[in-house]
């Protein structure tokens, strides 16, 4: 009976206990600063106490093999949080170092984010230039199983753990695909995961391609020197802002991202039970380039902070998001550690788009839908008669080229009919944004040619009255 004793005391000191940790984002780094706590609870009914330690002593001492108390009490904690919702967790050691190990970007595995939905594992997304988006692993795609055995009683940290290991060692995943009739086997090899939060190039003279695969602490000060150094080499007209497969990260990073690209207003704000989950991120007024044409790529992978920037720039018609419906993951949690090496996850708010959208199992959806896609050249008809095929056609006249000695060296920078295709079976998405770009860039610059030649009222000339 010492054991219940002991822990009926140990849960009576957990009621009158107010310590938590600051807020943080998703999987950020985690600050030991207590908060303040925002709501009164009274103490937990001391009959419930009693009956949770007579449970765990007559576990201790009566099941069919002798447990260890400690691991015990923790199977007890993670039963606690796997109850509430799928991103609360218990996290030991290891698990915890990991979570640390991932702000950071360097860990070892296979580079794949995944999450419990609907009973069942999935993928969230495959990081880029790692194993898992190497293999050809999709989000969405469901794990049934971990070299050969099944992961339906098992969680997701459990999950996570059986993926990560040595370095150069081999893990057979099996998944199930929408549109495939059988489960597909998959071997990775584990290799140290390096995840280069952002990076960029030019797609053509004048249009930049931002590509963000992970919020990490720095992501905000990367973007805005690549956005400076593409335009650099050329001013930019218009720029892509690649946020798929993008499965979250650091929350300020990401209203650091949004703050590049918005005048004014609320990027986000978070609403919690405690006050310190109640906080509002406003745009600082340091935009770069406030004028530039912004198309924003989002799909099933775009979860949590990057449903922060495209929601952004969504609401406050910054950008033109174009793509699939987001991952929806719409909440807030915060590491609350226990002890020196453990912590709990846990759920302490949600957040909000400025107009108020919850994003939590909505996602986001784009202004424009558009899917993953092939293109297909279809041969055209050598029947075809054209004007040059007439008997008797006018020939064209030939074109000056008076003052134009070097346009036959001039490159062109139009890309030929095989380019463009080539480009579609590529990204056809990345594709589309850059056409999408490109049309922008020709309204904008109509627009701007109507109003310098617009007269205003002053040099309108008076017209005589009839009388």
């Known amino acids: 009976m010492n054991v219940c004793l002991f822990l009926l005391l140990f849960l009576l000191s957990l009621t009158t206990s107010n310590g938590f940790a600051a807020e943080q984002a998703d999987i950020s780094p985690v600050d030991e600063t207590p908060m303040e706590q925002g709501t009164q609870r009274g103490q937990l009914p001391l009959d419930e106490l009693r009956v949770f330690a007579e449970a765990f002593d007559r576990i201790s001492r009566a099941y069919v093999e002798d ?21 609360s967790a218990f996290l030991d050691a290891e698990s915890f170092d990991d979570l640390q190990e991932s702000t950071t970007g360097n860990y070892g595995g296979l580079g794949i984010e995944i999450g419990r939905q609907d009973g069942v594992i999935k993928v969230v997304t495959p ?16 794990i049934i199983e971990l070299d ?6 098992i969680g997701v940290n459990q999950a996570v753990e059986v993926m990560r290991g040595e370095p150069g060692s081999d893990v057979t995943l099996t998944v199930i695909r929408e549109g495939e009739s059988q489960p597909l086997e998959v071997t990775l090899t584990r290799e140290v995961i390096n995840v280069s939060s952002v990076r960029s190039r030019l797609l053509e003279p004048g249009f930049g391609y931002l590509r963000i695969a992970q919020f990490q602490a720095d992501s905000g000060v990367e973007a805005s020197e690549a956005i400076v150094e593409m335009n650099e080499i050329t001013p930019l007209k218009g720029l892509v802002l690649d946020l798929r497969n993008n499965p979250g990260g650091v929350l300020q990073a990401a209203v650091a991202v949004s703050d590049l690209f918005l005048n004014e207003g609320t990027i986000v704000y978070t609403e919690g039970r405690l006050d310190p989950a109640n906080a509002t991120y406003e745009a600082t007024g340091r935009t770069l380039m406030p004028e530039l044409p912004i198309v924003v790529l989002i799909n099933e992978g775009s979860a949590s902070a990057s449903e922060i920037v495209a929601g952004a720039l969504q609401d406050h ?19 609350l550690p226990l002890t020196n090496d453990k912590a709990i996850k846990l759920t302490t708010a949600l957040y909000f788009t400025p107009n108020g959208r919850s994003i939590q199992a909505e ?5 424009l839908l558009v899917e993953r896609s092939t293109v297909t050249r279809v041969k055209s008809n050598p029947f075809a008669i054209q004007e040059r095929d007439l008997p008797g056609h006018l020939e ?3 074109a000056s080229t008076e003052g134009d000695e ?35 860039e020709i309204l ?3 627009s701007l040619a109507a109003s310098e030649t617009t007269p205003n009222s002053s040099d309108k000339r008076e017209e005589p009255s009839a009388e």
């Open 444 to 446: 904008n610059r109509s």
């Open 317 to 335: 018609r910054r950008a033109l998001v174009i793509g699939t419906p987001t991952f929806g993951k719409g909440s807030v949690q915060t590491v």
């Open 127 to 142: 990081m880029d230039d790692t194993p898992a988006s190497r293999a050809g692993i999709l989000p969405g795609d469901v």
């Open 406 to 440: 070097d346009s036959d060296a001039a490159p062109s920078k139009t890309p030929s009919r095989a380019d463009r295709l080539n480009r579609w079976n590529e990204d056809f998405q990345l594709t589309e944004a850059l056409n999408l770009l490109k049309g922008l």
């Open 67 to 87: 447990v260890d108390d400690k691991a015990l009490l923790e199977k007890a904690i993670k039963g606690l949080l796997s109850e509430l919702d799928p991103h």
């Open 363 to 367: 996602g986001i959806r784009p202004d």
């Open 396 to 398: 064209a006249p030939k």
């Open 148 to 153: 050969g055995k099944t992961v339906r009683s």
